[in-house]
């Protein structure tokens, strides 16, 4: 819808950049701000943020190529180091950002299970402004609706947002030549601002259920696992665009088989935490530096 903030030649500053890495100041000042009533020094989780951009970008990138474009990573590996090939898929950068943090929470001997718990809206509150930048992008779009347009809403350089004579009423229609999308001139679901919204509704949610109904450490994290698993497998069955993964038994998508895995991974969660409660906590608080 809106690609490209500004262009200086061949190099350009891309709306979907941006918005990643609001995703990531957002998540890491949630974080920031929720750690010290656990215990943890803030000053000690910069080099777990650093960690987690590298490893999420490097898992998102993987997974992408391993599974949505197989054939073209095998063939020349190197253009996983290409930005301007393949793409990025939310459920490598979750993989790749939680293994790195928790080999950095093991080694800081910090708390891995109220961390995660912290990470869990924090991840959600990142994807809810990353799913902006895939908008603007035009990528992770719906299918075709069969409909017509009764009016435009928000007209821009790349598409219009519009309302249709049938449900759910609102739709995208993007241009052709701007913005990577697959399906152009027609109505599409407007997939991105459905996972949008939600994962800012998913990050309240749990949110809450972090400060008034934890039972034991590693139930948010396993909270959000399942919700946004389910999330992700409804909101695939609308998708369109053409690198979202091969059809696996001819009915998963990538994302899908992956909402799977994650959720067998929450049940060994509440199976392994539940019986221990919710550890103590004394929250941090910072030196006096008037002390001598």
């Not at 957002?26 to 960690?51: C, E, H, I, Q, S």
């Not at 293994?99 to 080694?107: D, F, I, K, N, S």
């Not at 049938?166 to 052709?176: D, E, S």
Request: proline share 6%; hydrophobic share 50%; aromatic share 12%.
């Amino acid at each position: 819808m809106f690609p490209t903030i500004f262009q200086f030649g061949a190099l350009g500053f891309h709306t979907w950049g941006l918005m990643v890495m609001l995703g990531f100041i957002a998540a890491f000042a949630l974080v920031n701000r929720l750690v010290p009533k656990v215990g943890v020094d803030p000053d000690v989780m910069v080099g777990m943020y650093l960690m987690s951009v590298i490893g999420g970008l490097l898992g998102s990138r993987l997974l992408h190529f391993t599974m949505a474009e197989p054939e073209v990573f095998f063939r020349n590996p190197l253009v996983f180091f290409d930005p301007s090939k393949g793409g990025f898929a939310f459920y490598g950068g979750v993989i790749g950002g939680v293994l790195v943090c928790l080999g950095y929470a093991l080694y800081h001997k910090l708390p891995a299970w109220k961390i995660g718990d912290i990470a869990a809206p924090a991840i959600m509150l990142g994807l809810a402004l990353g799913r902006l930048g895939c908008f603007s992008a035009g990528c992770c779009h719906g299918r075709e609706i069969h409909a017509a347009v009764t009016h435009t809403l928000v007209s821009l350089p790349g598409g219009s947002v519009v309302t249709i004579d049938k449900a759910p009423f609102l739709a995208l229609v993007f241009k052709k030549g701007v913005g990577v999308g697959s399906i152009f001139d027609v109505p599409v679901y407007p997939t991105q601002l459905w996972e949008s919204f939600s994962a800012f509704v998913l990050t309240l949610l749990l949110l809450k259920i972090w400060r008034d109904h934890r039972r034991f450490d590693g139930q948010v994290l396993a909270t959000m696992l399942v919700l946004y698993a389910i999330l992700r497998s409804t909101i695939e069955q609308f998708r369109g665009d053409t690198i979202r993964g091969v059809d696996y038994f001819g009915m998963f998508s990538t994302s899908q088989l992956v909402s799977i895995f994650m959720v067998g991974v929450a049940v060994v969660i509440v199976a392994v935490k539940a019986r221990d409660g919710v550890a103590p906590e004394t929250p941090f608080v910072p030196p006096d530096d008037d002390e001598p």
